[in-house]
Each structure stands twice: as C-alpha cells, then as structure tokens.
C-alpha cells in the first residue's frame, strides 16, 4: 500500500512567535501521548497499537509542519485554480513517467 504524499506546508499569516509557541505544546503533548502508552508483560491490543501508533505519527506530522512554517521554508499560499493546475501537471508528469 502506498503513502499518500503530503502536499508542502502553506505558509502561515501568524507571527513566528506564536508558531513557535503552537510548536512547543504540540511537542510537549506528543511527549505526554508516547509516554501514556502503557508498558509491561501484556501484549498490546493490535488495534489500540495501530491506532497510537497513527495518532502518534499524525502528531509529528504536524510538528513538522509547524517548522516548516515557523523557519520561513513552507510555499505560499495559493489560489485554488493555481492548486487545480499544478496538482493537473503533477499527474499528467506521472502519467509520462508510466
């Protein structure tokens, strides 16, 4: 099964410190989240695992792109036609390479 890719962070109209800010509680209750997980002789619930583990990663994907934004590195926003238009090129680029 294929990832699906994750389209580059849009750049944010708030300012870098409150960025900054989001981005620290985000870590902060990511490192509570993992922490939770409790740990001992029982095998874990295959499910519970498999959806911690997603809850997790969604978590910093999100740090991620809070970074991006808060360094300056995320694209600018575009319009929606913009958007249409490269997603178009992106597939008819794909299609090419097949």
Known sequence: ???PTRAAPVASPLPKETLD???LRV???YAAFVASWPRGEAV???KAF???QAAARAALAHMQELAAM???DAKPAES???GVLSRMREEMAK???G
């Open 1 to 3: 099964m294929r990832r």
């Open 21 to 23: 800010a989001a981005m």
């Open 27 to 29: 870590a902060g209750d």
């Open 44 to 46: 874990p619930d295959p």
């Open 50 to 52: 498999a959806a911690h």
């Open 70 to 72: 808060s360094a300056g």
């Open 80 to 82: 929606e036609e913009e």
């Open 95 to 97: 299609e090419g390479d």
